[in-house]
């Protein structure tokens, strides 16, 4: 009986790790939400009008 218990703790750890496995590779779910969105890209604009033009002359951008 004690080999038993020995055999069945690897499987039920493959079987728990398989399980996590196929959930974390699962894909993701589109968020579809239009203002989230547009807010995002409101703040991307305002980001790039912000850094565009900083800096000195010679300087480069690290882009």
């Known amino acids: 009986m004690g080999a038993l218990a ?3 703790i690897p ?3 493959v079987l728990v790790a398989a399980a996590w496995a196929a959930w974390a590779q ?3 779910k589109a ?3 239009p ?3 547009a807010e995002h890209r409101r703040f991307m604009a ?3 009008r912000t ?3 900083t ?3 010679g300087e480069r951008s690290g882009r």
Request: a negative charge; proline letters at 8%; charged letters at 10%.
């Open 6 to 8: 020995w055999l069945i």
């Open 11 to 13: 499987v039920v750890a």
């Open 26 to 28: 699962r894909a993701p």
């Open 31 to 33: 968020t579809g939400d």
């Open 35 to 37: 203002a989230s969105l």
């Open 46 to 48: 305002a980001m790039e």
């Open 51 to 53: 850094t565009a033009g």
């Open 55 to 57: 800096g000195t002359p």
